[in-house]
């Protein structure tokens, strides 16, 4: 690190030039070459991918792919000859309009089931193959300008594609940006000093997002997963700025030249960043481990985004800082207290806190146990328009459907059946009796088979909306009951249910599934990882608890806000819906990761005044002391860049927008500034016991260098190594 820290400042304005030549370059290269993003949740092998393989196979292509209504309400019955030329009309700009479309009027035979059994609502279908994302994005734009011409009819537009790709808002990451502006000012006090970290955050941003565009060439990728990249990579880049410079201010101020503090930042507070970027990268591709392709996309964006980011923290940054020098604090808007002042009171604090430990540790277990409660509760799956705003197209096209048709004709399921010799219509008539027959079944359309009659499907409307619970207790009611039951007499049938209902089930059942083995994987790892850093069984099992209950809070606290319905409201969210399917898996990969940063920064402080003076009530308050203000303005910066996404329009950046900035918020209060100094006080030097066999069988990992050789030597009797 060292010889790193002298080489860029050596040639720092070639460095510089150098990473602003690469996110242009990247930039541009993501414009001219980046492939296209599809959020096409399909799980090969799940029910749903062989209803959607049968469904090609008979040629009913269009059925795979996304089915849009434009809804109207009729006049009186719909049956006015001038009511019906207006739709004829809106059919044929629509075909125009969208010619890789199959448009299906409700004054055609074909589209008889479109119109409501008491005529006050009808739609006009449109029936999209597979389409990527920029061209659903193209067919709304499209289908916006056909139905803003319609003078005469009142029309809105729903269906999966526009739910997915109407979504727009305000720009959050600039929200964020200046959120974390004015916390840089409070903690800096010094213009220059705040604009380094948002620079490093900022270039890390654009490199991730070029990153996750050229990715989406090889690799399937999902709209948000570019988003979700900028997110991460603007809150850890400034945060690991703001710890190296925060270090380069220090050793100013202890008289230092700024060569030689550039130096002894990156060796220390350098290191830091190297580990915690590190930790975050690997618990980001541990999102590997699902083997879901779209998941495993946007996990390799993170991963890319925060090692570009801690790359720019290593070179970019000291760089930046040699040519500042002592300039760092020029333009100060304020005053800033000493370091002994800002350190008295989080001394003070932490001596509070250790008065009374077991009082202290029991109140946060209470907290943040009360916080989880809801996560017990936790429905995966998918939202649908019903929980968008009541003023947005999406959702007033939704309305309008349930009211004349019934909540689930928003999204159908749809039974496709593959019989020898013809046989598919007569085994789909008798299906089509049992189904209609089934609790939670509304009406039940077809069957349609293909000309050899080999294949054929039923379009099944549930009774309830495509994100309800009961929806899904039909779907496995059909799959392991009904239809089983209904094919016995033909062996030789093949028939799967599927549809994006369907197919959004199949996802949260398939991450429900795995969520166990991916959380034990990840806490895991971080215990391993606590072990080789600080050489303590107790101190590295706290760590993991500690993470496991502001993993729990945070998922509690989504569920209260996201599926039950709290504050609705005030987020502008039309009502409670399932937590995204995706959501809990990527929310513990990257809070671990956040986790373990702060983790790292207040543990390496604490052991290094427990190895200095033996006294482990003085060391906690010492490391608290040292790293409160630093870990409060880290903190602080997470929430305002990952709490800026709860303004944004999309629900799915909302929610884990809003989990990341409530886990932070927990883990930097409740758990940094409670539950570690209390746990560690009454566990005194039992935090630091490793069994010596244990200790021969872990690697010695230092996070700012290595110890000195008078400390090491003493460290088998102060840290409690035991045979």
Same mark, same amino acid.
């Given at each position: 690190?060292?010889?790193?820290?002298?080489?860029?400042?050596?040639?720092?304005?070639?460095?510089?030039?150098?990473?602003?030549?690469?996110?242009?370059?990247?930039?541009?290269?993501?414009?001219?070459?980046?492939?296209?993003?599809?959020?096409?949740?399909?799980?090969?092998?799940?029910?749903?991918?062989?209803?959607?393989?049968?469904?090609?196979?008979?040629?009913?292509?269009?059925?795979?792919?996304?089915?849009?209504?434009?809804?109207?309400?009729?006049?009186?019955?719909?049956?006015?000859?001038?009511?019906?030329?207006?739709?004829?009309?809106?059919?044929?700009?629509?075909?125009?309009?969208?010619?890789?479309?199959?448009?299906?009027?409700?004054?055609?035979?074909?589209?008889?089931?479109?119109?409501?059994?008491?005529?006050?609502?009808?739609?006009?279908?449109?029936?999209?193959?597979?389409?990527?994302?920029?061209?659903?994005?193209?067919?709304?734009?499209?289908?916006?300008?056909?139905?803003?011409?319609?003078?005469?009819?009142?029309?809105?537009?729903?269906?999966?594609?526009?739910?997915?790709?109407?979504?727009?808002?305000?720009?959050?990451?600039?929200?964020?940006?200046?959120?974390?502006?004015?916390?840089?000012?409070?903690?800096?006090?010094?213009?220059?000093?705040?604009?380094?970290?948002?620079?490093?955050?900022?270039?890390?941003?654009?490199?991730?997002?070029?990153?996750?565009?050229?990715?989406?060439?090889?690799?399937?990728?999902?709209?948000?997963?570019?988003?979700?990249?900028?997110?991460?990579?603007?809150?850890?880049?400034?945060?690991?700025?703001?710890?190296?410079?925060?270090?380069?201010?220090?050793?100013?101020?202890?008289?230092?030249?700024?060569?030689?503090?550039?130096?002894?930042?990156?060796?220390?507070?350098?290191?830091?960043?190297?580990?915690?970027?590190?930790?975050?990268?690997?618990?980001?591709?541990?999102?590997?481990?699902?083997?879901?392709?779209?998941?495993?996309?946007?996990?390799?964006?993170?991963?890319?985004?925060?090692?570009?980011?801690?790359?720019?923290?290593?070179?970019?940054?000291?760089?930046?800082?040699?040519?500042?020098?002592?300039?760092?604090?020029?333009?100060?808007?304020?005053?800033?207290?000493?370091?002994?002042?800002?350190?008295?009171?989080?001394?003070?604090?932490?001596?509070?806190?250790?008065?009374?430990?077991?009082?202290? =540790?029991?109140?946060?277990? /209470?907290? $943040?146990?009360?916080?989880? #409660?809801? +996560?017990? !509760?936790?429905?995966?799956?998918? &939202? %649908?328009?019903?929980?968008?705003?009541?003023?947005?197209?999406?959702?007033?096209?939704?309305?309008?459907?349930?009211?004349?048709?019934?909540?689930?004709?928003?999204?159908?399921?749809?039974?496709?059946?593959?019989?020898?010799?013809?046989?598919?219509?007569?085994?789909?008539?008798?299906?089509?009796?049992?189904?209609?027959?089934?609790?939670?079944?509304?009406?039940?359309?077809?069957?349609?088979?293909?000309?050899?009659?080999?294949?054929?499907?039923?379009?099944?409307?549930?009774?309830?909306?495509?994100?309800?619970?009961?929806?899904?207790?039909?779907?496995?009611?059909?799959?392991?009951?009904?239809?089983?039951?209904?094919?016995?007499? =033909?062996?030789?049938?093949? /028939?799967? $249910?599927?549809?994006?209902? #369907?197919? +959004?089930? !199949?996802?949260?059942?398939?991450? &429900? %599934?795995?969520?166990?083995?991916?959380?034990?994987?990840?806490?895991?790892?971080?215990?391993?990882?606590?072990?080789?850093?600080?050489?303590?069984?107790?101190?590295?099992?706290?760590?993991?608890?500690?993470?496991?209950?502001?993993?729990?809070?945070?998922?509690?606290?989504?569920?209260?806000?996201?599926?039950?319905?709290?504050?609705?409201?005030?987020?502008?969210?039309?009502?409670?819906?399932?937590?995204?399917?995706?959501?809990?898996?990527?929310?513990?990969?990257?809070?671990?990761?956040?986790?373990?940063?702060?983790?790292?920064?207040?543990?390496?402080?604490?052991?290094?005044?427990?190895?200095?003076?033996?006294?482990?009530?003085? =060391?906690?308050?010492?490391?608290?002391?040292?790293?409160?203000?630093?870990?409060? +303005?880290?903190?602080?910066?997470?929430?305002?860049?990952?709490?800026?996404?709860?303004?944004?329009?999309?629900?799915?950046?909302?929610?884990?927008?809003?989990?990341?900035?409530?886990?932070?918020?927990?883990?930097?209060?409740?758990?940094?500034?409670?539950?570690?100094?209390?746990?560690?006080?009454?566990?005194?030097?039992?935090?630091?016991?490793?069994?010596?066999?244990?200790?021969?069988?872990?690697?010695?990992?230092?996070?700012?260098?290595?110890?000195?050789?008078?400390?090491?030597?003493?460290?088998?009797?102060?840290?409690?190594?035991?045979?």
């Amino acid at each position: 690190m060292r010889r790193l820290a002298l080489w860029c400042q050596r040639w720092r304005y070639a460095v510089v030039g150098g990473w602003l030549a690469l996110v242009v370059s990247l930039t541009a290269l993501a414009g001219v070459l980046g492939g296209d993003v599809s959020d096409d949740f399909d799980l090969p092998g799940s029910e749903s991918h062989r209803a959607a393989e049968l469904m090609r196979a008979g040629g009913f292509e269009f059925r795979t792919g996304s089915q849009v209504q434009l809804v109207f309400r009729t006049e009186d019955d719909g049956a006015e000859a001038d009511f019906v030329t207006r739709v004829e009309r809106l059919r044929d700009e629509v075909s125009e309009a969208i010619p890789q479309a199959r448009v299906v009027s409700p004054y055609s035979p074909e589209g008889a089931q479109q119109l409501s059994p008491d005529g006050s609502v009808g739609y006009v279908s449109l029936e999209l193959p597979s389409l990527p994302a920029e061209d659903l994005a193209e067919v709304q734009e499209r289908l916006a300008e056909v139905r803003d011409r319609q003078d005469a009819l009142d029309v809105e537009i729903g269906g999966l594609a526009v739910e997915q790709e109407s979504e727009s808002g305000p720009p959050s990451e600039l929200v964020g940006i200046l959120a974390a502006v004015v916390v840089l000012l409070f903690a800096f006090g010094s213009v220059f000093a705040m604009a380094l970290p948002i620079l490093v955050g900022v270039m890390g941003a654009l490199s991730g997002v070029a990153l996750a565009g050229l990715g989406a060439r090889w690799v399937e990728t999902p709209s948000f997963a570019a988003p979700i990249a900028a997110m991460i990579a603007i809150g850890v880049g400034i945060d690991y700025a703001l710890l190296v410079v925060t270090r380069y201010r220090e050793s100013l101020r202890a008289g230092q030249a700024p060569v030689d503090a550039v130096v002894t930042a990156q060796s220390t507070a350098g290191r830091s960043v190297l580990f915690a970027g590190i930790t975050v990268v690997i618990a980001s591709l541990g999102l590997v481990l699902m083997d879901l392709k779209l998941i495993t996309a946007v996990a390799l964006g993170i991963a890319g985004a925060v090692l570009i980011t801690m790359l720019a923290a290593m070179t970019l940054l000291p760089a930046l800082l040699a040519i500042l020098g002592r300039r760092v604090d020029r333009f100060s808007v304020h005053r800033r207290g000493s370091g002994r002042e800002e350190g008295r009171l989080a001394r003070r604090w932490s001596r509070q806190v250790q008065r009374r430990p077991l009082l202290w =540790a029991m109140v946060s277990v /209470v907290l $943040l146990a009360v916080m989880a #409660a809801p +996560a017990i !509760d936790m429905r995966l799956g998918f &939202s %649908d328009a019903g929980t968008r705003p009541e003023s947005d197209t999406a959702r007033q096209a939704h309305d309008l459907m349930a009211e004349g048709f019934g909540p689930g004709a928003s999204g159908p399921l749809v039974l496709a059946a593959r019989a020898p010799e013809g046989d598919a219509a007569q085994v789909l008539e008798r299906l089509r009796e049992r189904v209609a027959q089934t609790p939670g079944v509304a009406d039940v359309q077809g069957p349609v088979t293909d000309e050899s009659g080999e294949v054929g499907l039923l379009q099944v409307i549930a009774s309830t909306g495509p994100s309800d619970e009961r929806t899904t207790d039909l779907v496995h009611r059909l799959r392991d009951e009904v239809v089983p039951a209904g094919v016995d007499d =033909a062996p030789e049938t093949e /028939v799967a $249910l599927g549809g994006s209902t #369907a197919a +959004a089930v !199949d996802f949260a059942d398939y991450v &429900s %599934d795995r969520l166990p083995l991916f959380l034990g994987v990840v806490l895991g790892l971080a215990m391993l990882l606590l072990m080789a850093l600080f050489r303590g069984v107790a101190v590295a099992l706290k760590a993991v608890l500690a993470n496991l209950l502001s993993i729990g809070a945070a998922l509690g606290a989504t569920v209260a806000v996201f599926q039950w319905g709290w504050g609705v409201e005030l987020l502008d969210l039309g009502a409670g819906a399932p937590v995204e399917a995706w959501m809990p898996m990527m929310l513990i990969a990257i809070v671990f990761g956040l986790s373990m940063d702060y983790e790292v920064f207040l543990l390496s402080r604490i052991r290094e005044e427990y190895v200095r003076s033996g006294d482990n009530a003085g =060391a906690v308050a010492e490391g608290l002391a040292r790293t409160a203000r630093v870990i409060t +303005a880290a903190a602080a910066i997470m929430i305002c860049v990952f709490g800026s996404f709860v303004l944004g329009s999309s629900r799915e950046l909302q929610l884990f927008g809003f989990g990341l900035a409530f886990a932070v918020l927990v883990d930097a209060t409740l758990v940094r500034l409670v539950l570690v100094p209390s746990l560690m006080e009454l566990l005194g030097d039992r935090n630091w016991w490793l069994p010596r066999w244990l200790d021969r069988l872990l690697p010695e990992l230092h996070v700012e260098g290595r110890p000195d050789p008078v400390d090491q030597a003493r460290r088998p009797e102060k840290v409690g190594v035991a045979s």
